[in-house]
Every structure is written in structure tokens, then in C-alpha cells.
């Protein structure tokens, strides 16, 4: 039911939508920044040489730890989902039927190659 039609009493005030966390207004924090660096975690010394080859082909900022403790896992998470992020898709716009035609020919494109 609305409260346009029955009066229910007063609601209570909403909390700030920023106040519970689920939303970030500090959107210029840039991931891989020199002010907010890639935090990785590698397993051994030449791993490491590897990781800091991709983050300087990728002109971002990381902090690469070495972690050679027995059952240690690697974390480059964060390095993968910034080097596989997708790009825009943009496609040619195909003629429409009263256009010219694009071979050239001065005809109509529902006349030549429509």
C-alpha cells in the first residue's frame, strides 16, 4: 500500500547511503595509481621479475611481495582483472537504403548493392 492513500504514521528517516559502505563515493581512487598501488603477492624471486615486467608494459604501480613460506599462495588478482578489462566495441554503421552507395557509383545503395 502507498502512503498517498492511507496515512500510516511518520517513516523513519533513511540513513545516508554511504553510511552502511555498500557505496563508494571516492570514485577517483584508480586502482594501479601511484597514490593507491596494485597490491600483489608472488611465491618466488623470479616470479616477482615477471609480474614487474607486465605492470611496467602496463604503466601501472604495484607493490610485489615475495612470499616463499611452504603452502604460500599467489595473489595477482587484482593485476589480471586490470591487464583483461574489455574495450568498447564499436561497429560501422551500415548504410541505410535511400543512402549512396559505398562502391562508389553515385546509385542509391537500394539500387546497386542493396
Do not use: W
Not at 13 to 38: C, E, I, V
Request: glycine fraction near 8%.
Amino acid at each position: 500500500m502507498s502512503d498517498k492513500f492511507f496515512y500510516k504514521g511518520r517513516q523513519d528517516a533513511r540513513q545516508h547511503h554511504t553510511a552502511h559502505g555498500g557505496f563508494k563515493t571516492n570514485a577517483s581512487q584508480k586502482a594501479g595509481s601511484r597514490k593507491y598501488p596494485l597490491t600483489l603477492v608472488v611465491t618466488s624471486e623470479a616470479r616477482r621479475q615477471e609480474i614487474e615486467a607486465q605492470v611496467a608494459a602496463a604503466n601501472l604501480h604495484a607493490d610485489i611481495t615475495v612470499d616463499t613460506q611452504a603452502g604460500a599462495v599467489e595473489s595477482i588478482a587484482e593485476l589480471t582483472v586490470l591487464l583483461n578489462k574489455g574495450t568498447t566495441v564499436t561497429t560501422t554503421k551500415l548504410p541505410s537504403r535511400n543512402d549512396p552507395c559505398s562502391c562508389g557509383s553515385g546509385v542509391k545503395f537500394k539500387k546497386c548493392c542493396g
